[in-house]
């Protein structure tokens, strides 16, 4: 079968399994990120300007509201974008 001989609903019903996999895919990976935050664990994770950190100070189903490390900005975040930090002895 090529994409190229498919008809406009054959294409999007071939889009809406993708989309749904796609969730499904987000969604555990999601799962996995968030079984290993705790409220209160330094995190990590790429903003605009550079690398942020922060500490976790909700953790919601699909974000997770971290407090950034100057007290004053909040942000949220997919969970699996952010990275727990480490501490070194």
Known sequence: ?????????????????????IDELQDQENLQALSQLRVGLKVTFEGRDGPILGIVTKINRKSVIVLGDDGTKQYKVS???LRPLRDVK
């Open 79 to 81: 969970p699996n974008l």
């Open 1 to 21: 079968m090529r994409i190229d001989d498919l008809s406009i609903d054959q294409l999007l019903e071939l889009n809406r399994y993708i989309c749904q996999r």
